[in-house]
C-alpha cells in the first residue's frame, strides 16, 4: 500500500526558512520520481518542485529557484524541500506526491497518482 506522510509545516514569518519531510513506503522508492506541490484555498494545486529516483535531476517552478532545494534519502525512503526566504505569498498546503510511472520525473498533478495529506506552511509578514 502505497503511503506518503508530510511533516515539517508550521508557522515562520517571511524571510525565514522550513525544511519539509514527505516519509514514503509501499514500494521501491528510488524507482520513482517525486514531487511537492502546494495549494492555496480557493486556488488549483501547482507545482513546486521533482527530483528523479536516482536524485540526480531535479525540476522547480521559477519564482522558487534559487531558495528551494529538494532533495532526498532513498535509503530512508524520504524527500525533502527545504525552503528559504519564504514569502507569506506562499502560505499554502504542501504535498509531496509519486510519479505514476517509474523512472520518470515530471510537474504536472496529473502525471502523479499518489499525495499525502498534506502539510501547512503559514508565513507571517
Known amino acids: 500500500q502505497v503511503q506518503l506522510v508530510e511533516s515539517g509545516g508550521g508557522l515562520v514569518q517571511a524571510g525565514g526558512s522550513l525544511r519539509l519531510s514527505c516519509q514514503a513506503s509501499g514500494w521501491t522508492f528510488s524507482s520513482y520520481g517525486m514531487g511537492w506541490f502546494r495549494q492555496a484555498p480557493g486556488k488549483e494545486r501547482e507545482f513546486v518542485a521533482s527530483?528523479?529516483?536516482?536524485?540526480?535531476?531535479?525540476y522547480y517552478r521559477d519564482s522558487v529557484k534559487g531558495r528551494f532545494t529538494i532533495a532526498r534519502d532513498n535509503a530512508k525512503n524520504t524527500v525533502y524541500l527545504q525552503m528559504n526566504s519564504l514569502k507569506p505569498e506562499e502560505t499554502d498546503v504542501y504535498y509531496c506526491?509519486?510519479?505514476?510511472?517509474?523512472?520518470?520525473?515530471?510537474?504536472?498533478?496529473?502525471?502523479?497518482?499518489?499525495w499525502g495529506n498534506g502539510t501547512l506552511v503559514t508565513v507571517s509578514s
Open positions: 506526491a509519486r510519479d505514476s510511472a517509474p523512472y520518470r520525473v515530471r510537474n504536472t498533478v496529473s502525471a502523479m497518482d499518489s
Open positions: 527530483i528523479s529516483g536516482s536524485g540526480g535531476l531535479t
